[in-house]
T-cell receptor, first 112, second 111 residues
Framework: KQEVTQIPAALSVPEGENLVLNCSFT??????LQWFRQDPGKGLTSLLL?????REQTSGRLNASLDKSSGRSTLYIAASQPGDSATYLC???????????FGKGITLSVRP | DGGITQSPKYLFRKEGQNVTLSCEQN?????MYWYRQDPGQGLRLIYY???????QKGDIAEGYSVSREKKESFPLTVTSAQKNPTAFYLC??????????FGPGTRLTVT
C-alpha cells in the first residue's frame, strides 16, 4: 500500500528565504505526482503536476522535482513571501485512472 | 468560469438528521471524488465515481451515500448512521490522467 510522508509537519521561516518542502513515497511505481496548496478553511489549489517521465516542473517561484527511484519529490519556493503561508500537500497517483494518495501536508509560515 | 462549486459553505444540523452536500463541476471531468478533512488526520476518501451511474466506496464510506446521475453533479448524503459527521468536506474532479481540482469545501457541524 502506497504511503506518502511529509516531514516536518510545520515550518516557520523569515521572509525572503529560499526553502524546500519534502515529500516521500514508499512505492516508486507512480504515474504522476501533484503538489497542492491549501489556505485555512479553503479547498486545495493545484500548484504543479509532474509526470513520472519528468524530472521537474516550474511555475513562477515554484519548482517541483521528482526522483522516482528514491521515492522523493521536493517543492522549492524561491524568495518566500508572507503570502506563501499555507499548508502544502503532495499526492501521488499510481496509475492513469487511479485515485490519489495524499500526504498530511506541511504548514508553512513565512514571517515578515 | 470553469470550476467546482460546493454549497452551502457552512451547514448546521441536529443529530439524527440526514443532510445532503452539493457538488457541481463544469469542467467536463469524468471522475469525481468526496473527501473528509479533520485536523491532524489529512484527507480521507469517502466515495469516488469514475463515470456517470457508477461509484465506489473509498476508505471511510460507512454512514455516507452518493449518487452520480449526471456527469456534472455528485451529491453526498451524510446519514444519521455516521457517528462523527462534523468535519470539512471537499469535493474534487479530474479527467484522468490529468490534474485533480478541488471545490471550496463545505463545513458541516452536527450538534
Amino acid at each position: 500500500k502506497q504511503e506518502v510522508t511529509q516531514i516536518p509537519a510545520a515550518l516557520s521561516v523569515p521572509e525572503g528565504e529560499n526553502l524546500v518542502l519534502n515529500c516521500s513515497f514508499t512505492d516508486s511505481a507512480i504515474y504522476n505526482l501533484q503538489w497542492f496548496r491549501q489556505d485555512p478553511g479553503k479547498g486545495l489549489t493545484s500548484l504543479l503536476l509532474i509526470q513520472s517521465s519528468q524530472r521537474e516542473q516550474t511555475s513562477g517561484r515554484l519548482n517541483a522535482s521528482l526522483d522516482k527511484s528514491s521515492g522523493r519529490s521536493t517543492l522549492y519556493i524561491a524568495a518566500s513571501q508572507p503570502g506563501d503561508s499555507a499548508t502544502y500537500l503532495c499526492a501521488v497517483c499510481p496509475g492513469a485512472n487511479s485515485k490519489l494518495t495524499f500526504g498530511k501536508g506541511i504548514t508553512l509560515s513565512v514571517r515578515p | 468560469d470553469g470550476g467546482i462549486t460546493q454549497s452551502p459553505k457552512y451547514l448546521f444540523r441536529k443529530e439524527g438528521q440526514n443532510v445532503t452536500l452539493s457538488c457541481e463541476q463544469n469542467l467536463n471531468h469524468d471522475a469525481m471524488y468526496w473527501y473528509r478533512q479533520d485536523p491532524g488526520q489529512g484527507l480521507r476518501l469517502i466515495y469516488y465515481s469514475q463515470i456517470v451511474n457508477d461509484f465506489q466506496k473509498g476508505d471511510i464510506a460507512e454512514g455516507y451515500s452518493v449518487s452520480r446521475e449526471k456527469k456534472e453533479s455528485f451529491p453526498l448524503t451524510v446519514t444519521s448512521a455516521q457517528k462523527n459527521p462534523t468535519a470539512f468536506y471537499l469535493c474534487a474532479s479530474r479527467q484522468p490522467p490529468n490534474e485533480q481540482y478541488f471545490g471550496p469545501g463545505t463545513r458541516l457541524t452536527v450538534t
